[in-house]
């Protein structure tokens, strides 16, 4: 059974109305928790790519990555769960993972199935909730992994169109 069921989240999906990048998160991390979510990257066989600026580079430890200097350019990380979803990781510090996903690459319950599974594997793997925010209003979210609940659940009402 799906954690989620499209037509009763599909508002939170709507580029129009939530922005088309809404933050993703997941609070209260560690750089541990970073390298363990690298690890499942790596360990799940997801296609990824990571870089500083236009330069493509092997994926490094989470320590590397987050102790560099702070004047220097903030590296992503591109990750594809399934070849028609994209999450971009982005190391701005080790105390929030946070990454944003384009909504017009999910519209459907199969694309939320995606998403959602991705979110239960990240939170699974550290043991924390991973919230999504509207884009631009952050600490507000809409949906996340509950680890109790252990599955993707709604944190806001659905908005009526």
């Known amino acids: 059974m799906p954690d989620l069921l ?12 939530m922005g088309s990048l809404p933050d993703v998160r997941v609070p209260d991390t560690s750089v541990e928790d970073w390298q363990a979510v690298l690890d499942l990257i790596k360990s799940r066989g997801w296609r990824c790519e990571y870089s500083q600026g236009d330069t493509v580079l092997p994926v490094p430890r989470a320590q590397a990555v987050l102790g560099r200097p ?4 903030c590296p992503n990380l591109r990750v594809w769960p399934t070849p028609d979803v994209l ?3 982005r190391f701005h510090d080790d105390e929030v993972i946070d990454f ?3 909504l017009r690459e999910l519209q459907g319950q199969e694309p939320l199935d995606v998403f959602c599974g991705f979110l239960r594997e990240i939170g699974r793997c ?5 919230l999504m925010d509207p884009e ?4 507000h979210p809409v949906l996340g992994f509950d680890v109790k609940a252990d599955r993707v659940v709604l944190l806001a009402e659905p908005l009526v169109r």
């Open 70 to 73: 702070a004047d220097a350019e």
């Open 6 to 17: 499209w037509d009763d989240v599909s508002c939170f999906f709507d580029p129009d109305l």
């Open 136 to 139: 631009s209003d952050y600490g």
């Open 87 to 89: 999450a971009i990781f």
């Open 100 to 102: 944003d996903v384009d």
């Open 126 to 130: 550290v043991g924390k909730p991973v």
